[in-house]
């Protein structure tokens, strides 16, 4: 079994940073992609950024210059630093790990105020 642990959502203003965490435990065994996720409200679900096991990353076109993603691996951590943030990144972030199935966290909220 596999559990994910989110940390660091919360309520910023406008123009503000945030940073999240999240940290694998259980039977994780080469992660390979690391991903966080968010879903606005009335909105579906999107990718914010992956990173693979080799560092390769990529990014919303909506978050590029903003968002920075990394791992890890020591930990099965992976992080997202969110700079600049804007009222529509608003959303519950979720992460996402690959191994032979994909797992997620339980999601954590973000409020950014104008």
């Known amino acids: 079994q596999v559990q994910l642990v989110e940390s660091g959502g919360g309520l910023v203003q406008a123009g503000g940073s945030l940073r999240l965490s999240c940290a694998a435990s259980?039977?994780?065994?080469?992660?390979?992609?690391m991903g966080w996720y968010r879903r606005a409200p009335g909105k579906q679900r999107e990718l914010v950024a992956r990173?693979?096991?080799?560092?390769?990353?990529n990014y919303a076109d909506s978050v590029k210059g903003r968002f920075t993603i990394s791992r890890d691996n020591a930990k099965n951590t992976v992080y997202l630093q969110m700079n600049s943030l804007k009222p529509e990144d608003t959303a519950v972030y979720y992460c996402?790990?690959?191994?032979?199935?994909?797992?997620w966290g339980q999601g954590t909220q973000v409020t950014v105020s104008s």
């Open positions: 259980g039977s994780v065994f080469s992660i390979n992609t």
């Open positions: 990173i693979t096991s080799g560092g390769s990353t």
């Open positions: 996402s790990i690959s191994m032979i199935s994909d797992y």
